[in-house]
């Protein structure tokens, strides 16, 4: 149910759906229940409720599998560094921002969903072929901003929408607020207008700069991801959890320190009530009492939002859940309204887990 309140080769070719990829796209990643209606307008409050019946599982290792075989790379040269790219599909661009950890892979199971309508676009500021040249160890909010411009103007898209998750969400305002009539809409998931950073959060990501290896050499890394995500992810598939650790274990400590360094840069909350583009805040369990909050005040201080409660998915919802979260943005990136439930709001339940620092895994995950 989703309720709202006002990221080998032979091996995936095994693992590949019968059918083709688009087959999937009515489906979702578990059961779902009841028909769904529309609200009116496209800003307010919507009160999400997943419909159809129960679905085919997507299979992740086949989808990115033709993620890899179909997307079309391309290299952006930047101030001494590359971004690395990947299109697929067509349409309307899409661009996709990293969170914190992990690579743009992470966002293909959603992309897959979406690249019937929209040319999505995944990027990351390093890569995992030989010879790559890590980034900066530092950078700034507009500098990152010029880099999702330089892309855009690699790609010749002057105007596009967004979906950024966490980290990525912040960044997406910061475009919003600095190109209004580049960026049309936005999705953010877990964004923030500024985030506090505790001191020995900020020593961690100062002495990160200097470290070499990757997240899969710091010690009981994993175990922190499993308390943090585990419990979202579709229990019919547990080796989707194993690419979400291998992928976010891959990324290199100087990158994740850039990113968390940036974060603590970013403070737009005195010019959130200019960004008037039309703005989808997507909540979930599990986001904490620091997220909740950065949620509420982009709720309370955005001019033209709608925010979406997603019950049962976690912080990753394009990963453990992209056919409930598709449903949720192809009406938006379309300008249409958002689906309605029947009657009623947010339980006192999902509320409670809303306002708490650790939310508790939920016993069913009925898509």
């Not at 892309?151 to 010749?156: H, S, T, V």
């Amino acid at each position: 149910m989703m309720m709202p309140s006002s990221h080998s080769e032979q091996a995936a070719a095994a693992d590949i759906e019968s059918g083709p990829l688009s087959d999937l796209s009515g489906g979702d990643d578990a059961c779902c229940a009841g028909p769904a209606t529309e609200c009116a307008g496209d800003v307010g409050v919507a009160h999400v409720e997943a419909g159809g019946s129960c679905p085919t599982p997507l299979s992740w290792r086949g989808v990115l599998k033709k993620f890899r075989d179909e997307a079309t790379v391309h290299i952006v040269q930047r101030n001494g560094y590359q971004m690395y790219c990947r299109t697929w599909g067509e349409g309307a661009p899409l661009y996709f921002l990293n969170g914190f950890g992990g690579t743009s892979e992470l966002f293909a199971l959603t992309a897959s969903l979406l690249r019937d309508e929209h040319r999505c676009v995944l990027f990351d500021e390093f890569s995992t072929e030989p010879e790559w040249q890590l980034p900066p160890r530092t950078t700034t909010p507009a500098e990152t901003v010029e880099d999702l411009f330089a892309i855009a103007d690699y790609f010749g898209d002057e105007v596009l929408s967004l979906y950024g998750a966490t980290l990525g969400g912040a960044v997406g305002l910061a475009a919003m607020q600095a190109h209004p009539h580049r960026v049309c809409r936005a999705a953010l998931q877990g964004g923030f207008a500024h985030r506090h950073f505790s001191p020995a959060e900020r020593l961690l990501a100062w002495g990160a700069r200097y470290m070499p290896g990757r997240l899969q050499n710091v010690p009981l890394h994993e175990s922190v991801q499993r308390q943090n995500h585990r419990p979202w992810f579709p229990p019919f598939d547990g080796s989707r959890w194993k690419f979400l650790a291998e992928n976010l274990g891959g990324v290199p400590l100087r990158v994740i320190a850039r990113r968390t360094t940036l974060a603590r840069r970013i403070d737009l909350r005195l010019q959130l009530s200019q960004i008037s583009q039309p703005a989808l805040i997507i909540r979930t369990e599990g986001e904490g009492r620091i997220a909740s909050a950065c949620q509420a005040e982009l709720i309370a201080r955005l001019p033209n939002v709608v925010d979406v409660w997603v019950d049962n998915t976690g912080q990753l919802p394009f990963l453990t859940h992209p056919h409930r979260l598709s449903k949720l943005l192809k009406p938006f990136y379309r300008g249409e309204p958002l689906p309605l439930p029947v009657a009623g709001s947010a339980p006192p339940e999902v509320l409670d887990i809303a306002a708490s620092p650790f939310a508790k895994p939920t016993e069913t995950h009925d898509d």
